[in-house]
């Protein structure tokens, strides 16, 4: 049914809190590195409108309800990163990219990529061993726990990228060469939306 994993990792999670206004500015271009990497904005030389065929879905969180605590810095114990499975990829696809971020606060809480075109889904808490994570926002490569403050409402976009080809790059790449990297090569994107209430 789903392809062997060669082998796994669990996501080490920290939470990622809101940023300070000091780190605000490195957020914005971080901010807009996502935008051109979801397809808003995007140059048209890098490519033409991005197909959003991809279906991203998880057995534990549903489109526009609360990210479970589990997934955050609200967890009992030790957050972990969530299941996600995903359908719809194009043919011919060299690799699969995962961004995890909250748009309005310019904050990414995971990367991974160069991930099997033939993978379907990743496991709670777990990354194969042969794909790669990049740094969060907390300068971390792993799983980065939402941590929004009481009250406040933002969405956490969990992003699957159908990309031309592998990204090549190393383990703990830095966000902004993740994302170039990403918006050069992706072809088509699907997401799956929480929100912190």
Avoid: K
């Avoid at 496991?123 to 790669?132: E, H, I, K, L, Y």
């Amino acid at each position: 049914m789903f392809p062997v994993l060669p082998s796994l990792r669990t996501t080490a999670a920290h939470g990622v809190p809101r940023s300070s206004p000091g780190a605000r500015a490195g957020a914005v271009a971080v901010g807009a590195a996502l935008l051109a990497s979801t397809g808003c904005g995007v140059p048209s030389e890098l490519r033409g409108e991005m197909p959003t065929d991809i279906n991203v879905t998880s057995p534990m969180m549903q489109e526009g309800q609360p990210l479970p605590a589990a997934y955050s810095c609200e967890a009992d114990g030790e957050p972990v990163s969530p299941p996600l499975s995903w359908s719809g990829l194009p043919d011919d696809v060299g690799s699969i990219a995962l961004v995890v971020d909250d748009p309005s606060e310019a904050v990414v809480f995971w990367m991974v990529y160069d991930l099997d075109p033939q993978l379907v889904e990743l496991r709670q808490n777990t990354v194969p061993g042969d794909a790669r994570q990049g740094q969060n926002s907390a300068g971390e490569s792993s799983y980065g726990a939402p941590c929004p403050e009481e009250g406040d409402v933002h969405e956490f976009r969990f992003t699957v990228y159908a990309l031309e080809g592998n990204l090549d790059l190393p383990e703990g790449a830095s966000i902004d060469l993740t994302l170039e990297g990403i918006a050069e090569q992706a072809v088509a994107r699907g997401t799956l939306i929480t929100s912190s209430e």
